[in-house]
């Protein structure tokens, strides 16, 4: 395997869960966008699936909705080798086991990709429903953006795209 | 310890979220209020207007751990409505994926979500550090579940390849192969949990229940049946709402099902062992007996033990249905549909899980009801809440929060639905 190829983006959320579904729409509007060597994923947040999801990849960006308090809309970039992720992460999952729990049993067992970067885009609603809140639909083109960039400037992304 | 209440933050390793509160007057307990699930109205307004081919993929939705179960009750509620009956092997790789839900369903259960309680660590995290063999092999576990669910389903979250009448695209025997050596690993791995888990003690604790579930003659219940009870309850599916009613409690946004006659009433595992222990295969009635259980199990903190003999099962009929596996000419059998009534029971990981379907001529939908097995369980998770608690108000307001917390995930309360925060509020006066 090339060191292009185990790079992941992961989109997290039920589309069915109104703003859940933030990190899933971001996911939708980068395909098509990202380099074709980016395995792009779209997950429902159960943490055992996560740990897949990444098992063989050195680089991983997720994003996924979140209800830490902060206005809706607002989006969080986590270094998550670096720090751990704060408990509100996984408040608004609707597994037990999720986003914050797999990267912390990833953790506890020495088992975290090499870079992990997770954002998260704040929701309000997570009740059930197709529709994103406009404060959050509003700030999904955005988020899209800047993890577009920041997948773009990866070394390995940048590496394989100049050989 | 008078006039005392307590906020205590997230319940944490339930799936989605919600709350439980005790009120406790002069030492005893006044009230025990769960509000951990909302009922899946939205989906059933969604349905409304649609085909019948969508209800499976949309109520799939509801649960992200569970989509099997909800595929599986929307599609016989369908073909009960049409009069289409699928048998032979799409019939049997219809138990074959159910068998991969069981596996992962209960895998991820014992594992991240029950154990640490017995263990005495704040979650899976804490307890991968001291048992990390332990987690590896629940996670593998649950991988293999869920790899049979691939296989089948397409994809393991949200199957897409399952349809009423069948599937769209059946498995080559070859394919199904390739999943035994794994299962096989998984069986031992099973017994291994359920003698893993019997060395964990147990509160001494138990009710005078009255347990639900499927019954079929010749098999473990998972798509079909009767529904029986030991205290006599033995009808169709057709008859559920003539027997069971849905409540709605003022606390909660939940309907609280109960019984009509009886009241209160316990579906998931430890009702299916109950029900249907002669059915299982002989390795999990052997892993049953190695691990201390008798032919009936009453405690429902042992119901992660059940559990794990469970997956002994779903791993043995799993093995079966491949060994014998030609596949079947047509991946799914003609459906015609017409204007009636379909009503679908099948025994999810956590339960009997109910679907009931009005179709026009057209097959469009014109109502659903669906009953999710947590909602059936949740009188029953308050009235164990009550009793438990009353005996052991002496202990401080941590660890009572802590033992509430392994009582409601006896039930492995699902909560998908939820969406409110879990918040344990023990007030005492």
């Given at each position: 395997m090339n060191a292009s190829s185990s790079t992941v983006f992961i989109g997290v959320g039920n589309p069915f869960r109104s703003d859940d579904g933030a990190g899933i729409a971001v996911v939708r509007r980068l395909r098509g966008e990202v380099p074709p060597r980016v395995r792009i994923q779209e997950e429902s947040g159960d943490g055992t699936e996560l740990l897949e999801a990444w098992k063989d990849a050195d680089c991983v960006i997720l994003v996924d909705a979140v209800l830490s308090g902060a206005p809706p809309g607002t989006i969080h970039r986590l270094d998550a080798r670096t720090e751990k992720l704060p408990t509100w992460f996984s408040h608004s999952s609707t597994h037990a086991f999720g986003v914050a729990e797999a990267i912390e049993l990833a953790r506890a067992m020495g088992d975290l990709p090499a870079r992990l970067i997770v954002y998260g885009i704040e929701g309000l609603d997570f009740s059930a429903g197709t529709e994103l809140s406009p404060e959050v639909a509003e700030v999904v083109p955005a988020a899209a953006n800047l993890i577009l960039q920041e997948i773009l400037h990866l070394p390995a992304v940048r590496s394989a795209g100049s050989t | 310890m008078n006039a005392k209440s307590l906020k205590v933050d997230f319940l944490a390793r339930v799936e989605g979220e919600g709350g439980f509160h005790l009120k406790v007057k002069d030492q005893s307990v006044k009230e025990a209020k769960l509000n951990i699930f909302e009922p899946p109205r939205f989906f059933e307004a969604f349905l409304r207007g649609r085909k019948f081919t969508e209800a499976p993929d949309i109520t799939a939705r509801i649960c992200g751990i569970c989509p099997i179960a909800y595929q599986m009750s929307a599609c016989h509620a369908a073909e009960d409505a049409f009069a289409a009956k699928p048998e032979g092997a799409i019939r049997e790789l219809r138990r074959l994926i159910y068998c991969g839900e069981w596996i992962e369903s209960h895998a991820l259960h014992i594992y991240l979500l029950h154990a640490p309680d017995f263990l005495g660590y704040e979650d899976a995290i804490q307890m991968a550090k001291d048992h990390p063999d332990a987690v590896q092999r629940g996670l593998r576990l649950k991988k293999i579940g869920n790899a049979i669910m691939t296989l089948l389903g397409g994809r393991e979250i949200h199957p897409i390849n399952i349809r009423v009448g069948g599937f769209y695209k059946a498995p080559s025997k070859a394919q199904l192969q390739t999943l035994e050596e794994d299962l096989k690993w998984a069986r031992d791995a099973s017994v291994e949990t359920a003698l893993w888990v019997a060395t964990f003690t147990f509160p001494d604790f138990q009710r005078d229940y009255e347990f639900v579930a499927l019954r079929h003659p010749s098999e473990y219940p998972l798509n079909e049946g009767r529904l029986v009870s030991n205290k006599g309850l033995d009808i169709p599916i057709s008859e559920y709402e003539q027997h069971f009613a849905e409540e709605h409690v003022q606390h909660s946004n939940a309907l609280h099902s109960t019984l009509q006659e009886r009241g209160a009433y316990f579906v998931g595992p430890l009702a299916r062992y109950n029900l249907n222990?002669?059915?299982?295969s002989p390795a999990a009635k052997d892993a049953a007996k190695r691990s201390g259980l008798g032919r009936e199990c009453r405690n429902p903190f042992q119901g992660i033990l059940v559990r794990a003999v469970e997956t002994v099962y779903a791993c043995d009929e799993a093995l079966r249905i491949i060994s014998t596996y030609n596949p079947p000419d047509r991946p799914a059998i003609e459906v015609v549909p017409r204007a009636g009534m379909g009503h679908g029971c099948t025994e999810a990981p956590r339960g009997i899980l109910y679907h009931k379907y009005a179709f026009d001529e057209r097959g469009l939908i014109l109502s659903a009801k669906i009953v999710p097995p947590t909602a059936q369980n949740l009188k029953t998770i308050e009235e164990d809440l009550t009793d438990y608690v009353s005996t052991r108000l002496h202990l401080p307001n941590d660890r009572l929060q802590w033992q509430c917390e392994q009582a409601v995930r006896n039930y492995d309360p699902c909560i998908s639905c939820a969406t409110h925060f879990l918040r344990v509020r023990i007030e005492r006066e």
């Open positions: - | 222990f002669e059915k299982l």
